[in-house]
T-cell receptor
């Protein structure tokens, strides 16, 4: 069964520093996709970055990068040069392509606090 | 461009009353549609998803049901709300055939009292 684990309920980072949010996953499907979403206090879910299981390079989107270590089944999100507006909940999610159909499962989330 | 609309934004309902939350997507055709629920301080739980009109897959047995009467319309319903139905409900969509993106609506905060 597919599973997503985020072990950090909360994280603090100083403004302008980098921070890594951890995510591990479990799947037996060789084809899957990994997502990171940001949820500010308003509640909307904002898509940040995507990594396919067969992608050769780690995904990057502006200040966001995904540290994909397939053998360890980890997909950590790295935010560089943190800004006050980065304070939010962050969710890691996974979709199995072959066995999961169209379903995406989410981790419990990590709350990030950026300090001025 | 594609947009997703979800309403209402906030809803307070008494126990035992019916529920109808609506979600519509514009600017695309044949999207995959999803309903999620998020309990306070928790992750998202997939409730229903649909790959086409009239096609609904349920992930969690519960007091809720979903319908897709039109290609870009997805409705979440209940005949009688329970206290445990309180939460934040999010509608989402994925372009048909695409696996690397999912877009979310603004959500509905439901309080059952």
């Amino acid at each position: 069964a597919q599973k997503i684990t985020q072990t950090q309920p909360g994280m603090f980072v100083q403004e302008k520093e980098a921070v890594t949010l951890d995510c591990t996953y479990d799947t037996s499907d060789p084809s899957y996709g990994l997502f990171w979403y940001k949820q500010p206090s308003s509640g909307e879910m904002i898509f940040l970055i995507y990594q396919g299981s067969y992608d050769q390079q780690n995904a990057t989107e502006g200040r966001y990068s995904l540290n994909f270590q397939k053998a360890r089944k980890s997909a950590n999100l790295v935010i560089s040069a943190s800004q006050l507006g980065d304070s939010a909940m962050y969710f890691c999610a996974m979709r199995e392509v072959n066995t999961g159909g169209f379903k995406t499962i989410f981790g419990a989330g990590t709350r990030l606090f950026v300090k001025a | 461009s594609q947009t997703i609309h979800q309403w209402p934004a906030t809803l307070v309902q008494p126990v035992g009353s019916p529920l109808s939350l609506e979600c519509t997507v514009e600017g695309t055709s044949n999207p995959n549609l999803y309903w999620y629920r998020q309990a306070a301080g928790r992750g998202l739980q997939l409730l229903f998803y649909s790959v086409g009109i009239g096609q609904i897959s349920s992930e969690v047995p519960q007091n809720l049901s979903a319908s897709r009467p039109q290609d870009r319309q997805f409705i979440l319903s209940s005949k009688k709300l329970l206290l445990s139905d309180s939460g934040f409900y999010l509608c989402a969509w994925t372009p048909s055939g695409k696996k690397n993106i999912q877009y979310f609506g603004a959500g509905t905060r439901l309080s059952v009292l």
